[in-house]
């Protein structure tokens, strides 16, 4: 490839066609992906199950929480909280904390995971009642269950596992130790290979700022972060546009004509969750589509500019603008707003858009 040659505009074609791929099977999917990200919002259904829509035939929102038992997949950080395959997360583990627990709390994970292992799959309100470790206050300023909390740094550790949810409350189980991997660079630049699959192309500054939130997925490995971008740099493809450097997977060419926009749906309104790998880097984004975009769920209402959890609107490879969905009455209810104020004329848009509405409707088994 001439990659003297490469535009933007095939850059971004590329980066829409890649990550949009034909629906297929939920574990096909995750496993293409790399990594799903979660969020506990549902506006109107959670990211990742927004995010899955796209990329799995017939996908129904909660079936990725329905069939998780079934699958060889783990709930866990990563770069950021979701599900990876198990293949993936076992690369992460051991884990070890920059924090020792002091002795106290040590003897509470200990006497908890003793409780776990009894029950096989335990609610965390059957650990509450049982150890009664009362509440304490939380990140954001409220109170929750300290057996909760407790938890939570279990399974950041390692010592437990995520073994399904019930209404949307993780059940947890033990979790078997994994080894070390034996060959600790190369199992870093898969975890680097996984992040640049997931995110590709990736401005040179997006890529190390992604290889240095291994260091929450991995902190053992926090040390050997700049030296595995280093490694990525020099591996990859890339090229340069417009002074920024570009890298995308070692297997793939940016101007092949699979990317071609006319022959992946060019057609398709799409309305896609904010961490949608198409959106996810806002530095990307803003190069592409030339304005700024913003998760605005946890900003004071007054200082939305467009809504509690707008989801970016694509229409064939641009994001034009943004969906502010709700369900009232078991209706779905959609407020749309452009970017240069109104719709793209003619027909071929609204009738797309109308038919991604109704997809959405089938998605969240709407009568």
């Not at 490469?6 to 999917?29: C, D, E, G, I, K």
């Not at 390692?158 to 073994?163: E, N, Q």
């Not at 890529?207 to 260091?215: D, G, K, P, T, Y």
């Not at 009738?351 to 509405?357: C, P, S, V």
Request: with cysteine; charged share 25%; aromatic share 10%.
């Amino acid at each position: 490839m001439n990659q003297r040659s490469l535009t933007l505009a095939a850059l971004r074609r590329y980066a829409v066609a890649r990550s949009l791929f034909a629906p297929t099977y939920l574990a096909r999917a995750i496993d293409r992906l790399g990594f799903v990200q979660a969020d506990p919002i549902r506006a109107p259904a959670r990211a990742q199950d927004l995010t899955l829509r796209h990329r799995v035939r017939d996908y129904r929102a909660g079936d990725l929480e329905r069939r998780y038992p079934r699958l060889a997949i783990e709930e866990d950080f990563f770069v950021n909280y979701g599900f990876l395959p198990r293949n993936t997360h076992a690369l992460l583990h051991p884990r070890a904390p920059r924090a020792k627990w002091p002795r106290s709390r040590q003897d509470k994970a200990d006497a908890v995971l003793e409780f776990v292992r009894a029950r096989g799959v335990a609610h965390p309100r059957d650990i509450d009642v049982h150890f009664k470790h009362g509440k304490v206050r939380n990140w954001f300023g409220g109170s929750t269950n300290a057996s909760t909390q407790l938890l939570d740094e279990m399974h950041y550790r390692g010592l437990v596992r995520i073994a399904a949810r019930q209404g949307g409350t993780r059940l947890y189980a033990a979790r078997e130790t994994t080894p070390p991997p034996a060959d600790a660079q190369q199992a870093l630049d898969t975890l680097v290979g996984v992040i640049v699959r997931k995110y590709a192309p990736l401005p040179e500054r997006s890529l190390a700022e992604l290889v240095s939130r291994l260091r929450g997925g991995a902190p053992q490995w926090a040390n050997e972060c700049r030296a595995a971008l280093e490694r990525a740099r020099s591996r990859l493809p890339s090229a340069e546009i417009d002074c920024v450097r570009w890298f995308w997977p070692e297997d793939e060419n940016p101007r092949a004509a699979k990317w071609a926009s006319d022959r992946t749906g060019g057609g398709v309104v799409r309305l896609l969750a904010p961490f949608d790998p198409v959106v996810w880097d806002r530095r990307r984004f803003e190069i592409f589509w030339n304005w700024s975009y913003r998760f605005e769920a946890y900003t004071p209402a007054a200082k939305r500019v467009r809504g509690y959890y707008a989801l970016p609107l694509l229409w064939r490879d641009a994001v034009i603008g943004w969906g502010n969905l709700s369900v009232i009455d078991n209706r779905l209810q959609a407020q749309m707003g452009y970017v240069t104020g109104k719709a793209p004329r003619g027909a071929a848009f609204q009738r797309a858009l109308d038919e991604e509405l109704q997809c959405i409707e089938r998605f969240l088994n709407l009568t």
